[in-house]
């Protein structure tokens, strides 16, 4: 019985593939790199993509042909979900317990204030902190999330592809509340160097 698939929303798609350059360590995209993704694609699942598949996939190359519902089963499974159907439901991919192997900012250790990072996350939510030291943060910019710009909370360990979990947030002037952010899928994050 053939498998009943939801159109693949481009939003869907790109948030997708952030994931899966995320697992496979990569920042940018070159030949080099799509097939090193390649390799590791079929390490991890025991299925190959093909580099033609892959540079269009990802956007390397411009191509109006559509990409099969099998190539995104494929990527979702090399970042831990069953298949693409799973990684649309929102929840976290399935692990068993065991040493976080994601990267990592512990801010005791890593962070200075006056530094800031950039926090993503799904849908399309981005939020640029600023660390302002004892474990406490200050939203400089927001898109698509209610954190809004001079907004405050503590917190001291951020991991990649988890929930983020805010202490403290204030936000609009009300008393401190814990917020949530990437609830079902994590967050991702760029530090600003």
Known sequence: MRKEYPRIDPEDAEALLKVVMDTA?????????????????????GDMLSLSTLKRVTGYINSDVKSRISTFDILARFCGWQDYRHFLSGNPP????????????????????????????????????????????????????????????????????????LDELIHAGKSPKVYVCGRRTGVTFIKDE
Not at 37 to 43: G, N, R, T, V, Y
Not at 148 to 153: H, I, L, N, R
Request: with cysteine.
């Open 25 to 45: 360590g990569l920042k940018s995209l070159s030949p080099t790199s799509i097939d090193n993704l390649a390799q590791q694609i079929f390490h991890k699942t």
């Open 94 to 165: 399935e692990v068993d317990s065991g040493v976080v192997g994601s990267r990592r900012i512990s801010v005791e250790k890593d962070m200075k204030p006056g530094e800031r990072i950039r926090l993503l996350w799904v849908p399309a939510r981005v939020c640029v902190v600023e660390y302002l030291g004892e474990f406490k943060w200050k939203v400089i910019e927001s898109e698509g999330t209610r954190l809004q710009p001079g907004d405050t909370f503590k917190c001291a360990l951020i991991i990649e592809g988890e929930p983020l979990y």
